[in-house]
T-cell receptor
């Protein structure tokens, strides 16, 4: 089962920051938080990941709370092309292998 | 550009007729994964290969098999497709090891079962 909970949907105005929350209260000390998004009828696209520290790349920022029980993905200036389902995933290690167990995700709608 | 390629993008098969979906990668990654994604649901891992080592998820039906003849290619075989197997099938790759290895996904193959 997925180890994350996310709101099912969110709206954001174009040009504004989109802040997508994620709860992962049962995360273990060595488990990473990954974010992917899936635009309609395409394969999931990697966005960003982190372990303890906040991270930033050209797509987004990831803020992880100090207790690591929750995180927020920030798209600083959302565009219409950011409309997608966003998945927050705790990457688990099982039988010596890394696995991504997808939850239901958040459907983000960016509107003009 | 290095990438994950899936062919065909759309596949139609008949109930009970075996079908094979193809995935290739130019990333030279150790690990290749197959996911099933039904309409309005999240992707669900079916199995993966770590090099030549096959790893099946506990709840993957026996109807689904996979082959990896070399590093670059991986196939998903559905021996007797049922109507419930209609879905998007996603292939992904990653480097092996314990590091923070992201998965790269292909565009998917949408399977229709008539």
């Amino acid at each position: 089962d997925a180890k994350t909970t996310q709101p099912p949907s969110m709206d954001c105005a174009e040009g504004r920051a989109a802040n997508l929350p994620c709860n992962h209260s049962t995360i273990s000390g060595n488990e990473y938080v990954y974010w992917y998004r899936q635009i309609h009828s395409q394969g999931p696209q990697y966005i960003i990941h982190g372990l303890k520290n906040n991270e930033t790349n050209e797509m987004a920022s990831l803020i992880i709370t100090e207790d690591r029980k929750s995180s927020t993905l920030i798209l600083p200036h959302a565009t219409l092309r950011d409309t997608a389902v966003y998945y927050c995933i705790v990457r688990t290690r099982s039988g010596g292998y890394n696995k991504l167990i997808f939850g239901a995700g958040t459907r983000l709608a960016v509107h003009p | 550009d290095a990438m994950v390629i899936q062919n065909p993008r759309y596949q139609v098969t008949q109930f009970g007729k075996p079908v094979t979906l193809s995935c290739s990668q130019t990333l030279n990654h150790n690990v290749m994964y197959w996911y099933q994604q039904k309409s309005s649901q999240a992707p669900k891992l079916l199995f993966h290969y770590y090099d030549k080592d096959f790893n099946n998820e506990a709840d993957t039906p026996d109807n689904f098999q996979s082959r990896r003849p070399n590093t670059s290619f991986c196939f998903l075989d559905i021996r007797s497709p049922g109507l419930g197997d209609a879905a998007m099938y996603l292939c992904a790759t990653s480097r092996g090891g314990t590091g923070d290895n992201e998965q790269f996904f292909g565009p998917g193959t949408r399977l229709t079962v008539l």
